[in-house]
């Protein structure tokens, strides 16, 4: 009797030790299947960091008459992936920032061919995700005042004949895929204390696809709007206007 009940004990044990390493075994599994998962998602995600984005800058100026003609081609954009942060601010300093649909570079290019006289320059900017940078547009002032509706001015009274334009970049990937660009007009050695303007009412963000072009334009028949004193200048007493684009890449 009592080899048998040792029998039955010793037959409940081990099949009570088999159930106890299979169910550890399944644990096992689980918890290495997680930590595989983890490291591929942690491989996945730090295989992006470290690229950089690539802005390629066009500086386009022409004469004044040529600069309407090529800036109707603003025309042909994506309204709908441009952000700006205060339209009617946007809409008061004629400046226009847009996302060029699939044919304007080639419009572009038909149209430059008819351009009696022009300056064509092109730069990059190199920058790590999520970092700033400046693209200079040039020395010159084009108009004696404009008006701003910022933080700090309504109107800008001046007597500078020179003061650097530029415009202040900052990019960022995003995880659908798109690229965010946040675009600033800034003015260098504009204020009285020799500092620089920078417009941050006038900041836009742009989500565009990689390759995709950002086109800076607007109104500048204003001699007193924003646009006209970024974009425009005076070369040997005639009136010069700049069109501006930069397409970001990953690279």
């Not at 299979?22 to 997680?34: A, E, F, I, L, T």
């Not at 320059?121 to 509706?149: C, H, M, Q, W």
């Not at 303007?197 to 086109?215: F, H, I, Y």
Request: net charge negative.
């Amino acid at each position: 009797m009592f080899k048998s009940l040792s029998l039955i004990l010793c037959s409940c044990f081990l099949l009570t030790g088999c159930i106890t390493t299979q169910s550890s075994s399944g644990s096992h599994h689980d918890r290495v299947s997680r930590e595989i998962a983890e490291i591929l998602a942690k491989s996945e995600q730090d295989a992006t960091v470290g690229d950089n984005i690539k802005i390629t800058v066009n500086l386009l100026t022409t004469s004044v008459t040529d600069y309407f003609a090529i800036n109707a081609l603003m025309q042909r954009t994506y309204g709908d992936v441009t952000v700006t942060n205060r339209p009617e601010i946007d809409t008061e300093s004629g400046l226009q920032i847009v996302v060029a649909g699939e044919d304007f570079r080639a419009q572009l290019d038909i149209a430059k061919r008819k351009l009696k006289s022009s300056e064509d320059s092109e730069l990059f900017l190199l920058l790590a995700d999520g970092a700033t940078g400046s693209i200079n547009i040039g020395k010159e002032i084009a108009v004696p005042r404009f008006f701003y509706s910022g933080r700090w001015y309504n109107s800008i009274n001046y007597e500078f004949r020179s003061a650097g334009r530029s415009l202040e970049i900052s990019a960022r990937k995003l995880p659908s895929g798109l690229i965010e660009m946040e675009l600033t007009p800034v003015f260098s050695r504009f204020l009285n204390d020799g500092g620089d303007l920078k417009m941050t009412e006038l900041s836009t963000t742009v989500r565009a696809r990689p390759g995709q072009t950002v086109v800076i334009g607007g109104d500048t028949s204003s001699d007193e709007n924003v646009a006209r004193a970024l974009l425009g200048y005076s070369k040997t007493g005639e009136m010069r206007e700049t069109l501006i684009t930069a397409t970001p890449r990953i690279k």
